[in-house]
T-cell receptor, first 113, second 114 residues
């Protein structure tokens, strides 16, 4: 069975500081991994995805994530937080052989002025 | 591209009433998903369709819930009768074939059942 675990339901960073949101996965097959962002009262928006190939994936709004098989991790980072990054972030893995996602429980990012 | 369109955006209804939520996926996308989001349970997949055919409805909570996709550009999620515990935000998402599974979400319908 596949799963994802997001460490930390709430993360606070100062504006301009590094953003690090953690996601670990469990999968017996090569995973397809995703990060989504949800702003208040909106739907989820794709930030980036990893399927195959380069393990460092760049997404929108300056975010990137690195697939580390040895650590079963897919952490999301951004070098410098902006106030507009305040949102909830979800990590997800596709269930192999289907179109279904398994979502993490989400991490709410707060950016302090 | 207009994105995934959902209507209504907000729905307030009384317990026992029928509720119908509507979704128009992005043109050309062949998979459609209905999700429910609550504080307690997070994001739950209710059902998904591929080429208008329901593939997996194991997430549909009860027989009170039903979903249809009569054509490639329209889907409905119906709750009959509605109960207060159905209060949630319902999202529709669509996905194109061959992109590694990325999904495009609509803005959601906030349902309140009193």
């Amino acid at each position: 069975a596949q799963s994802v675990t997001q460490l930390g339901s709430h993360v606070s960073v100062s504006e301009g500081a590094l953003v690090l949101l953690r996601c670990n996965y469990s999968s017996s097959v090569p995973p397809y991994l995703f990060w989504y962002v949800q702003y208040p009262n909106q739907g989820l928006q794709l930030l980036l995805k990893y399927t195959t190939g380069a393990t460092l994936v760049k997404g929108i709004n300056g975010f990137e994530a690195e697939f580390k098989k040895s650590e079963t991790s897919f952490h999301l980072t951004k070098p410098s937080a902006h106030m507009s990054d305040a949102a909830e972030y979800f990590c997800a893995v596709i269930v192999w052989g289907t179109y279904k996602y398994i979502f993490g429980t989400g991490t709410r990012l707060k950016v302090l002025a | 591209d207009a994105g995934v369109i959902q209507s209504p955006r907000h729905e307030v209804t009384e317990m026992g009433q029928e509720v119908t939520l509507r979704c128009k996926p992005i043109s050309g996308h062949n998979s459609l998903f209905w999700y429910r989001q609550t504080m307690m349970r997070g994001l739950e997949l209710l059902i998904y369709f591929n080429n208008n055919v329901p593939i997996d409805d194991s997430g549909m909570p009860e027989d009170r819930f039903s979903a249809k996709m009569p054509n490639a550009s329209f889907s409905t999620l119906k709750i009959q009768p509605s109960e207060p515990r159905d209060s949630a935000v319902y999202f529709c998402a669509s996905s194109p074939v061959g992109t590694g599974g990325e999904q495009y979400f609509g803005p959601g319908t906030r349902l309140t059942v009193t």
